[in-house]
């Protein structure tokens, strides 16, 4: 599986007029050659996703339901070959890795078992009016390099189910486990309704403004978010944008220390930190801030970083050079305002300078509330423990900034945190656990985090737009609207 990657339009390999290395991040070596998209063949791309739209739209809902399990079966046949596809170019452990593809076929499944609303909203002897949800009709699908399946998963399946076709576009770190993903399930949905395109940094501004798209699902940074919504704006493409996060857990005193340590560890460090919904700030009460910075650093020796492949490993390196190297960034802008590391700190400081991106897991003992480690998105381990006394000033500090992805509150005591967890200001806020998240609930960002949902009945609604038709019926018999 690590060669002869192509791209697929109207249900056929497809090469790029070009083709460019991927590298896998745990050696810098080539982990395959993706290819380049050019302008013309995403024109095809959108045309084969426009000729497929009519069968597509009007599939029965059953069996669209059908086909969307049928992608997740065979997605999972391939778990083998894929997950140590996904471990070479995104860095992940395999057991991750393999985590992600069930994920994505745990996604397929429980999407495929919602259905969408209907609204009668008169039946009466002179109007029939009724409210039903339709399919936008081609969706631009664009992902980050964190999880290419599992985010894929959160808007292949309800756009699919929905009725629209697809045109998924990975990034350019990450293009292979798509790639062949694409190829797999060319013999299980028609020609077109899921085309797979790879290419450059300019694909994705292409696919924003195009006409033929009509809505783009974007999850990525905030940055790139806007520009994803000003490209947008011409047409009025709708968008959904699932954006960056800098995500506070408040950690309450009465904790009991060392059963919480392990599960705020994960909370962090889970993908090396490269998760949306990462706890990047975590604010501890000065009662307990000894002891768990204490308990964090003693279960973070007990982790092994290193190549994904490797047995034993848990956590793998950083997924990019740009990522690595703005990582680094913020590690010197650290050490250059005097902030102490708890554990890690820069890599060259370890003695780290071998190939890979590897950041050690690093936690930055109470930087000031200004400092770049504490108000930008770090999205890598590295994390500041910032201790406060007062609750009050804990809120506010963690609603502080133009993010609002996630939240968490520790305490012994649920009501004591649901007290403080309703003042947070984010899509989802969880009680004494983190990143819990299923095909049944809608994950939403407030603020910068995003704009519409994903999941759940909301997350299905958001790729469909609504149609009332209303019969007028003066007397006639008119009794259904279809
Ligand atoms: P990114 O914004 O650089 O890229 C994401 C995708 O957008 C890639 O496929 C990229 O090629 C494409 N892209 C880049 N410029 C574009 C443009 N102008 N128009 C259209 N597409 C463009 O993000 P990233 O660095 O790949 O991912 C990391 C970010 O994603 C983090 O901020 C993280 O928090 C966020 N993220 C959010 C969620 C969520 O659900 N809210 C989930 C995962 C990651």
Known sequence: MTTGFTMTIAGVAIAGASEYDVLDPADETVAGRAPVCSPEQLDQAVAAARAALPGWSATPFEERRKLVLA??????????????????????????????????????????????????????????????????????????????????????????????????????????????????????????????????????????????????????????????????APTLTRVTLELGGNDPAIVLPDIDVPAVAEKLFWGVFANSGQVCLAIKRLYIHRDVYEPLKQALAAYAGTVRMGPGTEAGVRLGPVQNRPQYDRILSLLDDSRAHGHTFAIGGPPQDQGQDGPGYFVPLTLVDNPSEDSRIVQEEQFGPVLPLLRFDDIEDAVTRANAGEYGLGASVWSADPEAALAVGRRLEAGTVWINEVQHLTPYVTFAGHKQSGLGSESGPEGLIEFTAPRTITVRRDGTTATAVS
């Open 71 to 232: 992608v997740a079966d065979a997605v999972e046949a391939q778990l083998e070959p894929l997950k140590r596809l996904l471990t070479r170019e995104q860095g992940k452990s395999l057991d991750d890795a393999a985590g992600e593809i069930l994920g994505f076929g745990y996604w397929l499944r429980g999407t495929a078992s919602l259905s969408l609303p209907e609204t009668v909203n008169e039946d009466s002897a002179e109007r029939l009016s009724v409210t039903r949800r339709v399919p936008l009709g081609v969706v631009g699908a664009i992902v980050p390099w964190n999880y290419p399946l599992g985010n894929a998963g959160f808007k292949l399946a309800p756009a699919l189910l929905a009725g629209n076709t697809v045109v998924w576009k990975p990034s350019p770190f990450t293009p292979l486990t798509t790639l062949k993903v694409g190829e797999i399930l060319r013999d299980v949905l028609p020609p077109g309704v899921l085309n797979v395109v790879s290419g450059d940094a300019g694909l994705g501004p292409r696919m924003t403004e195009h006409p033929g798209i009509d809505m783009i699902s974007y999850t990525g940074s905030t940055r790139t978010g806007r520009q994803v919504m000003a490209g947008a």
